[in-house]
């Protein structure tokens, strides 16, 4: 199947996914990623602010931010790339490209993510043998990834079902060391 008849797939079993389950999905993704040790020893983390039916993200960025990691959120360029800024609490967003809430916090620079000591990422699916992550399609996160370091824990957020085999790739999609889903984490390296 190509990229785009799988996004679209994809897109449509997210849409049915019951505002209940979306909410325990993200509950039982937020705390299998705190319990990890190299989440909770992260002072620099570089994640999103989730939208529609993406795997919930504010409940983590906040619990990340109240443990005492420093949380920068992307801001989309006009170029679709991402610069990053400091999420200082719920109340330091607003809507941006697309609707998107972003940091209104200083602009720290597309380079920002190579200092993150983990990196969470959004994702349709995951390759389960590659760790080719499958996007939108903008090639926003694939060249945000393209700058953090081999050794950096990178984590896509997925609902059960999305971590998948034979995801079409191309000479620029990025792999994710791990895929998290509400049946719990997976490491793909």
């Known amino acids: ?6 996004r679209r797939e994809l897109n449509a079993a997210r849409a ?3 505002p209940e389950q979306l909410r325990a999905n993200a509950i039982k993704v937020r705390e299998t990623l705190l319990e990890q040790p190299w989440v909770q020893m992260a002072g620099l983390v570089a994640c999103y602010w989730s939208t529609g039916v993406e ?8 619990a990340l931010w109240k443990h005492g990691a420093t949380v920068i959120l992307p801001v989309l360029l006009e170029d679709n790339d991402l610069d990053w ?4 609490g719920p109340d330091t967003l607003a809507p941006g490209r697309f609707g998107i809430m972003e940091p209104v916090d ?4 597309v380079d920002a993510i ?8 959004p994702a349709l699916a995951v390759d389960r043998r590659t760790g080719v992550r499958l996007g939108r399609g903008g090639g926003s996160y694939d060249r ?6 081999p050794n950096v824990p990178t984590v896509a957020l997925l609902h059960d079902g999305e971590l998948i085999e034979g995801i079409p790739t191309e000479a620029h999609d990025q792999r994710v060391r791990y895929a998290m889903t509400p049946e719990g984490l997976t490491s793909l390296m």
């Open 1 to 6: 199947m190509d990229k785009l008849n799988l």
């Open 16 to 18: 049915s996914l019951s």
């Open 55 to 62: 795997p919930d993200t504010h409940g983590l960025v906040f």
């Open 85 to 88: 800024a400091v999420y200082d």
């Open 106 to 109: 200083t602009r720290r620079g």
């Open 114 to 121: 190579r200092t993150a000591a983990l990196v969470i990422v």
């Open 144 to 149: 945000a990834l393209a700058r953090v370091g």
